[in-house]
């Protein structure tokens, strides 16, 4: 059968006044029935820029997705008419946002957007959609939904109206939810409340979820894949515990590293050195080697292809090997 979500050697670039910035350089990654990846990466990474290809919302001056595909059920929704499009992203590909207070109109009561998802796109009548909306905020654990769906969205808190954009996300019963950062703007203690939330809703539903996030420390309980995105292109791809357990990327093992742990309380954090780069300017060869504690002369000249090693995982580095086995 044909995956739920794929997107296919993917590329994306915005003109701007310094140069073509390359903000997604081929990328590929799937999604399944039932199963969480999370797309890591930082800043400038083009995790979210993927994401907005997906959703159809980065093809307008000065963003151009100039290659690829993004096949939903096997079928590309790039060359579809717009109207057809929408129809899929609408009902079948949701996608939530960091910062919910924004996406959130301040005039009218929560109850009252979530209903309006029911009456837009099921035609529901003023009284169910608000016996829905209800229901909604209960499954999102919103407490006292009953009471609070006449509230307004500065009545609630950072945590709370994430989950009222979790809610009015899943309303339609969307085959994929796309998580952009969707705790970054919250707490540690909501952050794992947010993310337990969003593993049972994907466990109850079977939908697929693809989690973006900058965060390698809060995706470890919730995603089955990891891709880690630099420059706008994967540099690994594996389940989750492989990566853990063994990183296959300098990169990734740099990530790794950064993540502050109870156990070694104390200790410094070994964060990567310097910045991502300017995408009008990626670095030739691996475009991470000015930051690579690993790099030789071969990675300035030569850009190490996205290679399968062992167990389902893959890496774009020209010493995976070494990596893996600890000599690097
Ligand atoms: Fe580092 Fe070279 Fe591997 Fe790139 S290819 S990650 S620069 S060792
Ligand atoms: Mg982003």
Wanted: proline share 6%.
């Amino acid at each position: 059968a044909a995956p739920l979500l794929e997107v296919d050697d993917l590329h994306v670039e915005f003109r701007t006044r310094e140069g073509i910035a390359r903000a997604v350089n081929g990328v590929s990654y799937r999604v399944d029935d039932g199963e969480t990846l999370a797309v890591l990466g930082e800043s400038g990474s083009g995790k979210s820029v993927t994401a907005q290809a997906i959703m159809g919302i980065v093809d307008s001056p000065p963003g151009y997705i100039t290659g690829g595909a993004v096949r939903f059920r096997g079928r590309d929704l790039l060359p579809l008419p717009e109207k057809e499009r929408k129809q899929v992203r609408g009902s079948q590909i949701a996608m939530i946002f960091q910062d919910a207070l924004s996406a959130l109109n301040p005039v009218f009561p929560v109850g009252w957007q979530i209903a309006e998802m029911f009456r837009v796109h099921r035609g529901m009548s003023r009284s169910d959609a608000r016996k829905r909306s209800i229901e909604l905020m209960d499954r999102v654990h919103i407490p006292a939904a009953r009471e609070r769906v006449r509230d307004y969205p500065h009545q609630f808190s950072g945590g709370m109206r994430q989950r009222i954009m979790i809610a009015m996300a899943i309303a339609l019963d969307p085959a994929v939810l796309i998580a952009d950062e969707p705790t970054t703007a919250l707490d540690v203690t909501v952050q794992a409340q947010i993310m337990n939330l969003l593993r049972e809703l994907q466990r109850d539903s079977g939908m697929g979820l693809i989690l973006i996030t900058h965060d390698l420390g809060v995706v470890a309980d919730v995603a089955d894949r990891i891709a880690v995105m630099y420059a706008g292109r994967i540099l690994e791809q594996a389940p989750v515990h492989d990566i853990y357990a063994s990183p296959a990327h300098p990169y990734t093992k740099g990530l790794l590293e950064s993540i502050p742990r109870v156990d070694l309380k104390g200790h410094a954090l070994a964060a990567i050195q310097g910045l991502p780069p300017t995408l009008t300017r990626i670095p030739s060869g691996c475009a991470f080697h000015p930051r690579c504690s690993a790099a030789e002369a071969l990675c300035t000249t030569d850009r190490p292809p996205l290679r399968t090693v062992a167990g389902g995982r893959s890496s774009a580095c020209h010493f995976t090997e070494e990596v893996l086995s600890g000599v690097r």
